[in-house]
Antibody
Framework: QVQLQESGPGLVKPSETLSLTCTVS?????????WGWIRQPPGKGLEWIVV???????YYNPTLKSRVTLSVDTSKNQFSLKLGSVTAADTAVYYC???????????????WGQGTLVTVSS | QSVLTQPPSASGTPGQRVTISCSGS????????VNWYQQVPGTAPKLLIY???QRPSGVPERFSGSKSGTSASLAISGLQSEDEANYYC???????????FGGGTRLTVL
């Protein structure tokens, strides 16, 4: 059974960098799926941040691309997100999730991690 | 502002059939298949329908999806109290080169 778990600080100061890691169990991230980060501001809808294949092919949300860094550690079966120069608008629950196989642009995500709330505040 | 458009709310009584719409454009729904998620407040989204009308294992047959042109719909028949949740549509957008979502529809079971 595939499981994903987000980890990282719950509080980040404005202008600093938000760092989160997603640990995958029950499925190798070397398999042919893509992996994604999605966020949800309090009381609002879902917003895609970035999706990545283990090969390194990466698709960034254009509105966030300049602030996002994504890395993949296949030895630990993890992928990590860094979002720089954060503001209060970046306060959200951050989810990691598994997508379909490379070349399959059906865009579904399953399963999702439980999510982690990151608050940007001084 | 979400890329896909959903009504903010929907409601029905137990046993009723309700539908939730999702509208997009030629670069997203018009070109790719549609997925639906159920999110109970305080929990992560759960995939309900993928590739327009496919149900993952464990999702009841009461849930069904359809797509026509640049719009899609989720239908829930035999509405139950536990169906009260937020529902999101999603797909891939060829212009943005990534997955996009609707703003969500809050379903209330009266």
């Amino acid at each position: 059974q595939v499981q994903l778990q987000e980890s990282g600080p719950g509080l980040v100061k404005p202008s600093e960098t938000l760092s989160l890691t997603c640990t995958v169990s029950g499925h190798s991230i070397n398999n042919n799926n893509y992996w994604g980060w999605i966020r949800q501001p309090p009381g609002k809808g879902l917003e895609w941040i970035v999706v990545v294949y283990h090969s390194g092919t990466t698709y960034y949300n254009p509105t966030l691309k300049s602030r996002v860094t994504l890395s993949v550690d296949t030895s630990k079966n993890q992928f990590s997100l860094k979002l720089g120069s954060v503001t209060a608008a970046d306060t959200a629950v951050y989810y990691c999730a598994r997508g379909p196989s490379y070349g399959d642009y059906s865009g579904w995500f399953d399963p999702w991690g439980q999510g982690t709330l990151v608050t940007v505040s001084s | 502002q979400s890329v896909l458009t959903q009504p903010p709310s929907a409601s029905g009584t137990p046993g009723q059939r309700v539908t939730i719409s999702c509208s997009g454009s030629t670069s997203n729904i018009g070109s790719n298949t549609v997925n639906w998620y159920q999110q109970v407040p305080g929990t992560a989204p759960k995939l309900l329908i993928y590739r327009n009308n496919q149900r993952p294992s464990g999702v009841p047959e009461r849930f069904s999806g359809s797509k026509s042109g640049t719009s899609a719909s989720l239908a829930i028949s035999g509405l139950q109290s536990e169906d009260e949740a937020n529902y999101y549509c999603g797909t891939w957008d060829d212009r943005l080169n990534g997955p996009v979502f609707g703003g969500g529809t809050r379903l209330t079971v009266l």
